[in-house]
């Protein structure tokens, strides 16, 4: 089955700075991959998706990329501020939207 | 997207008893997803609630221990059946895949305390 990881585990950044996370994925049929923030005693909610027919995705001071022979893909977060500490996860899924797995999860905390 | 109700938000329970967790969505829809996350953990999919049929169960997750429920499109029961410490955690449904739409949309969840 699909096997997803995340790195890194914990990651702290200034305020303003850029926050990279890493996920890779086994399953080369998967094609839809997910990312959802998680404030502490709050439900995941998703921040930016993308397709496997696509390579880069933005909104605003979040991107997503892509690397389909890799089988990687990344969250970039730039001009970081406090209110985007949270708990990351990336997911990755077959059938567009069915059978999610999730990795494991990135605290990232932006101090100020 | 659509909105989920969960109920109950907490509860702390004694072992041996069992808990059902109520989803009611404010839409009609297809699927509908059982996820478990441990304190401080990733979320692992229990089980998707069939309309109808049983539920269909992940590996290392059974129907005795998770009995679910989907009596129509907007509803579904989780209950987590003589419990002990280790099935402390949040129990979130969720529901994904509307009308072409790939989003999962999750529920505040259900965090238990077993003592």
């Known amino acids: 089955g699909e096997n997803v990881e995340q790195h890194p585990s914990t990651l702290s950044v200034q305020e303003g700075d850029s926050a990279v996370i890493k996920c890779t994925y086994s399953?080369?049929?998967?094609?839809?991959f997910p990312w959802y923030k998680q404030e502490l005693g709050k439900r995941p909610q998703l921040i930016i998706d993308?397709?496997?027919?696509?390579g880069e995705k933005k909104d605003q001071r979040i991107a997503v990329t892509l690397n389909k022979t890799a089988k990687h893909f990344s969250l970039h977060i730039t001009e970081t501020q406090p209110e985007d500490s949270a708990v990351y996860f990336c997911?990755?899924?077959?059938?567009?939207?069915?059978?999610?797995?999730f990795g494991p999860g990135t605290r990232l905390s932006v101090l100020p | 997207s659509a909105v989920i109700s969960q109920k109950p938000s907490r509860d702390i329970c004694q072992r041996g008893t069992s808990l059902t967790i109520q989803c009611q969505v404010d839409?009609?829809?297809?699927?509908m997803f059982w996820y478990r996350q441990q304190p401080g953990q990733s979320l692992t999919l229990i089980a998707t609630?069939?309309?109808?049929?049983?539920?269909?169960?992940e590996s290392g997750f059974v129907i005795d221990k998770f009995p679910i429920s989907r009596p129509n499109l907007t509803f579904s029961t989780l209950t987590v059946s003589n419990m002990s410490p280790e099935d402390s955690s949040i129990y979130l449904c969720?529901?994904?895949?509307?009308?072409?739409?790939?989003?999962?949309?999750f529920g505040a969840g259900s965090r238990l305390t077993v003592l």
């Open positions: 839409s009609q829809v297809t699927m």
């Open positions: 399953d080369s049929a998967s094609n839809y």
């Open positions: 609630a069939n309309q109808g049929s049983e539920a269909t169960y």
């Open positions: 993308i397709r496997s027919n696509v």
């Open positions: 969720s529901v994904g895949g509307q009308s072409g739409a790939n989003v999962l949309t």
């Open positions: 997911a990755a899924s077959k059938n567009y939207g069915q059978n999610f797995v």
